[in-house]
Structures are given as structure tokens and as C-alpha cells.
């Protein structure tokens, strides 16, 4: 199945990274900020933006992957997620979502997960197992996106160089979230060129790991 979708291939990293950035802070402010002041004749608006908002979480596990492909060290990569993973569970606390975990919890576990399938099974017919485990203890901890998003993040480890099966097998995993928000998610990454683009730099990138837990402590302070 050969495809040339060499056309559409218009964005970077980096605005890939500012298309889920501007979608997840629309969502969250749907979510937290507007839910609780909209009548009922003002839910198309929400529909609306949490719609917009669903695009983010496929274009944060697709830049994840790619990370992983990419970076020098996955050890450290890893290491730097669960420090801003932990970091974002005192907004996320904060915002009332105490019976559960934040989603940098799932782009950790989905790493793992790829990271020990690549290095221990791969090419083997027990490559389900590191994903299996690792949605489990997702599923178990409760965190957002949790097995939905692990198994996103393995279609687009498993199916890197073919784009297509990204949109065919992944898009199931998240369907339930919004098809339209998802679909559009999806179809942004087969949008990649395959360069970094304007973000570069190792401050630059972790401003945009911390930009997750600061927006998040902006709305509390905002509910407040």
C-alpha cells in the first residue's frame, strides 16, 4: 500500500507541538473554565471547543515517538517526563481530578512500553507484552488517556514509516474521545516533514514541558 503524501507534508515539530499546545489549552479551558457558566443553549460552544481541544493528545503521542526515535539519551528523556509528570500532579490535584493521574503519566508509560519492546522484543511475537503491562498499570492508576493512549503511541512506534495505518489503526484506540477532534489529530502528524523546526534547543523544549503544568495552575488561580 503506497501512498505519495509527500505534498501534505507542510509541518514541522515544532508547529505540530504549537497546534497541540493551542488545542489543549482550548480544551482545558472549555473543560475547567466555561463548563460551569454556559447555559444550555451555549453547549455548541463547548461541544465545539472540546472538539478542538481532542486534537492535542495524538499530536503529543506522536511527537513522543519521534522522540524517542530521536533523542540521544531515552534513559534521561524519561527520566525528564516523570519529573514534570509529578510536578503537574499538584494542579492536577488542584483542578479536582484527585482519583486519577495526569497525561504526561500515559506519554510515560507509552514510552516504556516502546522502549522495551523495541529493545527486548522486537521482531517477536511477544511484542504485545511491554504494552499489555504497561496499560494495565495505567488502567489500574487511572490516568488520562490511559490504555487508549499507550496503544496510540505503539501504532505510531509499530507503523513509523507507513503514515496511512497510523490513521486506520490508531484512530480506533481514541474514537471514543471525539472522532472528529481525533481524526484531525491524526491526519495533522501524516502532516510531519520531519524537521525539528523553529523550537530548538534543550531550554526550549523543556519551556514546553512546563508550559503543561503552569497552564494548569493559571486556571486554578483563575477558579480561585
Known amino acids: ?127 504485545t507484552v511491554p504494552p499489555i503491562i504497561m496499560s494495565l498499570i495505567a488502567t489500574w492508576i487511572n490516568t488520562d488517556y490511559s490504555w487508549h493512549g499507550i496503544g496510540l503511541m505503539v501504532v505510531f512506534f509499530l507503523f513509523r514509516d507507513k503514515p496511512v495505518f497510523n490513521l486506520l489503526f490508531g484512530f480506533p484506540f481514541l474514537i471514543e474521545y471525539g472522532v472528529i477532534g481525533t481524526f484531525l489529530g491524526i491526519l495533522s502528524c501524516l502532516c510531519y516533514n520531519g524537521n525539528r523546526g523553529f523550537i530548538r534547543g534543550k531550554w526550549q523544549k523543556y519551556c514546553f514541558y512546563l508550559y503543561y503544568p503552569l497552564h494548569l495552575m493559571l486556571i486554578c488561580l483563575f477558579l480561585d
Not at 493551542?22 to 472540546?50: E, F, K
Not at 503519566?105 to 529493545?119: C, H, K
Open 1 to 127: 500500500m503506497n501512498y505519495d503524501l509527500s505534498k501534505f507534508k507542510c509541518l514541522s515539530g515544532s508547529a505540530l507541538k504549537v497546534i497541540a499546545v493551542i488545542s489543549m489549552t482550548i480544551d482545558h479551558v472549555a473543560l475547567y473554565i466555561m463548563a460551569g457558566h454556559l447555559g444550555m443553549q451555549d453547549l455548541w460552544l463547548y461541544d465545539i471547543l472540546r472538539g478542538v481541544g481532542r486534537l492535542a493528545f495524538p499530536i503529543f503521542a506522536f511527537l513522543a515517538i519521534e522522540g524517542f526515535f530521536h533523542t540521544q539519551n531515552i534513559l534521561r528523556y524519561m527520566t525528564v517526563l516523570f519529573i514534570f509528570a509529578v510536578f503537574s500532579e499538584i494542579p492536577w490535584y488542584l483542578l479536582g481530578q484527585c482519583d486519577s493521574h495526569n497525561v504526561l503519566f500515559t506519554l510515560l508509560f507509552g514510552l516504556i512500553a516502546v522502549y522495551l519492546t523495541d529493545r527486548f522484543f522486537k521482531g517477536s511475537w511477544l511484542l
